[in-house]
């Protein structure tokens, strides 16, 4: 399994950017993921990194430094919908999955 | 439409009681898995099957049990023996467990059991 570590909580104006970090320490790595939670809802898939360096996906980008067991999930240009609770989850070699607390983000007007 | 459903979307059960909560999938996936997620706490894995007729426990599985019959379903019942059942299910599914590619989880809409 894998420790998981992600801020509780985050605040940005509609607009602007905000970067939820993730650090994570593992026994076996085998891929890092994001996924977004609406309140009461299922988590959705956001992003996939297994190697070093930024994935870009319009609005939303993730980056991974595996030597520095150290990801983060860019947001650009928030929108109110953008509220929702962040997840990230590290893979390891036995492919479960070991998720962090989540992050919630709140967007202001 | 393919995906996944979870039902019922709200449970409520007295203390003692067993309950069992469904999952399928119709994303032709083949493995499925069961969390459960508590306020202020990541998800955690209660039950993982590969292939039919085969699952395996993940790290809370005390007090649960599943069963693959199908390739569609995967149902998970909470038994009394669990001593902290009220919390939100989560089924998600996969394309297999994680041997190629990415093989992303996709969750279904989750099922919240309050016990009594």
């Known amino acids: 399994g894998q420790n998981i570590d992600q801020p509780t909580e985050m605040t940005a104006t509609e607009g602007a950017i905000v970067q939820i970090n993730c650090t994570y320490q593992?026994?076996?790595?085998?891929?890092l993921f994001w996924y977004q939670q609406h309140a009461g809802e299922a988590p959705t898939f956001l992003s996939y990194n297994v190697l070093d360096g930024l994935e870009e996906k319009g609005r939303f980008s993730s980056f991974l430094s595996r030597s520095k067991g150290y990801s983060y999930l860019l947001l650009k240009e928030l929108q109110m919908k953008d509220s929702a609770s962040y997840l990230c989850a590290g893979r390891s070699n036995d492919y479960k999955l070991s998720f962090g607390a989540g992050t919630t983000v709140t967007v202001r007007a | 439409d393919g995906g996944i459903t979870q039902s019922p979307k709200y449970l409520f059960r007295k203390e003692g009681q067993n309950v069992t909560l469904s999952c399928e999938q119709n994303?032709?996936?083949?493995?499925m898995y069961w969390y459960r997620q508590d306020p202020g706490q990541g998800l955690r894995l209660i039950y993982y099957s590969q292939i039919v007729n085969d699952f395996q426990k993940g790290d809370i599985a005390e007090g649960y049990s599943v069963s693959r019959e199908k390739k569609e379903s995967f149902p998970l019942t909470v038994t009394s023996a669990q001593k902290n059942p009220t919390a939100f299910y989560l089924c998600?599914?996969?394309?297999?467990?994680?041997?190629?590619?990415?093989?992303?989880?996709?969750f279904g809409p989750g099922t919240r059991l309050t016990v009594l």
């Open positions: 994303l032709n996936h083949d493995a």
């Open positions: 593992t026994s076996g790595f085998n891929g």
């Open positions: 998600a599914s996969s394309i297999d467990l994680g041997g190629r590619g990415t093989d992303t989880q996709y």
